[in-house]
């Protein structure tokens, strides 16, 4: 594959070019130092974070005769480095059988032909078969003198505990998103290659740890003859939003910042981002908060090494739960704006404001007035008079009628209270674009439409936002919004007619 060119020219050629495995690089030179050589060495960890070039590294070291090892000066790292007969190398996803295993132990036996070890570098162990396997530890069990197996896999889990007991287990790390930024730096300075501090940043977050993909991006980047490589240029590849953006966004999450999460989807919607991918991107990230708020994964980065301390499991499950249905949804735009209101607003319910009813005067400890309704008006009646007013009660079937249709529109028009006269619904959404998303003629004829079907006559939807520092919304301690509330979940998914 050419996109892996750069990836092979700059492979780590001594233990100190290694990037991001310095726990793993210290133990093995100070064995190589001491002498204190083992028969097997297990290498874990994912794709692309170096376990082969390690493998190759500590192979070459092991027959070096300079000093520091491996030197790539001594007659042996020479022949190493063009292929020795003394490093065999062996893909276990195409020999997976029992006699690529066979032929090994056959072999293995022989003394090396120029240096002390014969080196064997079993890659993707964990695809061998069941007889491959004991025929392995068989080897394992009783080696020669002269002969070392380092094997390495991306799924440790899968290889027998009686092979695992055998080696001295090495866990690769994800690479973390500084590290590669700072090595793609270095190596596409000395490609000369023009490329941006954010083209940098956006193909180090991508690559969510692993090297290899990571310059193997920068590869195809520099290969489409880009004069410079700029994050615009990465983010059309990908596909992708800038990774501060995202990572701004799950900050909002996690403060329940409804503006500084509506703000920023926005600018990205206005940037052309896809909000599917922005969905796919936020998601990805929160599955890293997840797994290293659990302990089950080391945290790749900045935002989620802080929000996988901050934020509790329920609700990082809650908030890739949303996410996981935007990317399915069949408006995602509405469905993300939706998800990022609800998720930051969670006590959100709907609320009735009847304008009757005066709220200003009343203070919060007054009880609130009945809605100042003169006549409910049940489905099926078209004879709607001019005077009665619309019955707020019914606002919630109205919802379930839209929700049948339109799940996101309904779910944002569930956030915000709503005023009613007897000819007119107005919404008061607390930002702006929601208000113009509202009045969209496609939206206002769906709540006209739905409105009509409830109240047995015409109705008209507006939009209107709230004026500033009024409260936009009211908590479930109010009663009347959680009578509301319970309606909702009551009627919820049933359709009225
Ligand atoms: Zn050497």
Request: charged residues 20%; neutral net charge; hydrophobic residues 45%.
């Amino acid at each position: 594959m050419a996109d892996l060119a750069l990836y092979r020219k700059y492979r780590s050629g001594n233990f100190s070019e290694v990037v991001g495995q310095d726990h793993i690089v210290r133990t093995l030179t100070s064995a190589l130092a001491s002498g204190r050589i083992r028969h097997a060495y297990l290498f874990t960890g994912p794709r692309g974070v170096g376990k082969t070039s390690v493998a190759r590294l500590l192979a070459r070291a092991l027959n070096c005769t300079g000093a520091e090892k491996p030197c790539n000066d001594c007659p042996n790292c020479k022949t190493a480095i063009n292929s020795s007969l003394d490093i065999i190398e062996m893909d276990a996803a195409s020999n997976r059988s029992i006699d690529a295993v066979r032929d090994l132990r056959e072999k293995v036996g022989l003394a090396p032909t120029q240096g002390r070890y014969k080196v064997y570098i079993i890659d993707e162990v964990h695809m061998l078969t069941t007889e491959a396997f004991n025929a392995l530890l068989k080897t394992l069990e009783e080696p020669p003198a002269h002969a070392v197996f380092i094997l390495a896999t991306t799924e440790a889990h899968k290889l027998p505990e009686t092979i695992i007991s055998r080696t001295q287990a090495f866990s690769f790390k994800p690479i973390t998103a500084s590290d590669i930024t700072a090595q793609l730096g270095r190596i596409a300075a000395a490609e000369k290659i023009t490329i941006t501090p954010e083209a940098l940043e956006i193909i180090a977050t991508s690559a969510r740890g692993g090297f290899r993909d990571a310059i193997s991006l920068l590869d195809q980047l520099a290969g489409a003859g880009e004069q410079s490589i700029t994050g615009e240029d990465v983010r059309n590849l990908l596909g992708y939003s800038a990774g501060e953006e995202i990572a701004s966004l799950s900050r909002a999450l996690a403060a329940n910042d409804t503006t500084q999460a509506l703000e920023v989807a926005t600018r990205l919607n206005a940037s052309g981002a896809q909000a599917a991918m922005i969905a796919t991107q936020l998601a990805a990230q929160w599955r890293a908060i997840l797994l290293a708020n659990c302990g089950a994964a080391p945290a790749t980065d900045d935002v989620v090494r802080e929000l996988s301390t901050s934020v509790a499991p329920a609700r990082i499950a809650e908030i890739i739960t949303s996410l996981i249905e935007i990317t399915r949804s069949s408006w995602p735009q509405l469905a993300l704006e939706a998800a990022l209101v609800r998720l930051t607003v969670p006590a959100i319910t709907v609320v009735v404001a009847p304008v009757a009813a005066a709220p200003a005067k009343r203070t919060p400890s007054t009880p609130r007035p009945e809605p100042a309704v003169s006549a409910v008006r049940v489905s099926g009646n078209a004879d709607a008079s001019a005077t009665d007013a619309p019955a707020s009660e019914l606002w919630p079937k109205v919802l379930v009628h839209i929700k049948a249709h339109n799940n996101s529109l309904a779910a944002l028009l569930q956030m915000y209270p709503v005023e009613f006269t007897a000819s007119e619904i107005t919404i008061k959404p607390r930002f702006n674009f929601h208000r113009d998303l509202f009045l969209k003629p496609a939206n206002r004829t769906a709540v006209e439409a739905a409105s009509a079907k409830v109240y047995g006559g015409p109705i008209k939807f507006s939009a209107r936002t709230e004026e500033a520092g009024k409260p936009a919304r009211r908590t479930q301690s109010d009663p009347a919004a959680e009578l509301v509330s319970s309606a909702l979940e009551i009627l919820g998914g049933e359709i009225v007619d």
